[in-house]
């Protein structure tokens, strides 16, 4: 039943299992609430370059999975070390 709860639509469920996904995704299960709230506490990331104020950028923790925010993110990490090395 997992799947069908999750994805009902893949599944060519009736709308009452779209209805029952949805309750499911209101209602987290025990313990879970407090790790959704870590996921998606946002934080602000503050680069100085000797010192000096360079770049502020708010991310949303969920950025550690792995997606185009990542690389997006690493990228700026790389440069900012590659100016540091080089300064």
């Given at each position: 039943?997992?799947?069908?709860?999750?994805?009902?639509?893949?599944?060519?469920?009736?709308?009452?299992?779209?209805?029952?996904?949805?309750?499911?995704?209101?209602?987290?299960?025990?313990?879970?609430e407090r790790l959704r709230k870590l996921i998606h506490r946002t934080k602000e990331i503050v680069i100085y370059f000797r010192g000096v104020y360079v770049y502020s950028l708010r991310l949303a923790s969920k950025l550690f999975v792995f997606g185009n925010d990542f690389l997006v993110m690493s990228q700026l990490l790389f440069l900012f070390m590659v100016s540091m090395h080089y300064a």
């Amino acid at each position: 039943y997992g799947n069908i709860l999750r994805f009902p639509w893949a599944a060519g469920e009736p709308p009452r299992a779209i209805a029952l996904w949805g309750l499911t995704d209101a209602f987290a299960p025990t313990g879970q609430e407090r790790l959704r709230k870590l996921i998606h506490r946002t934080k602000e990331i503050v680069i100085y370059f000797r010192g000096v104020y360079v770049y502020s950028l708010r991310l949303a923790s969920k950025l550690f999975v792995f997606g185009n925010d990542f690389l997006v993110m690493s990228q700026l990490l790389f440069l900012f070390m590659v100016s540091m090395h080089y300064a």
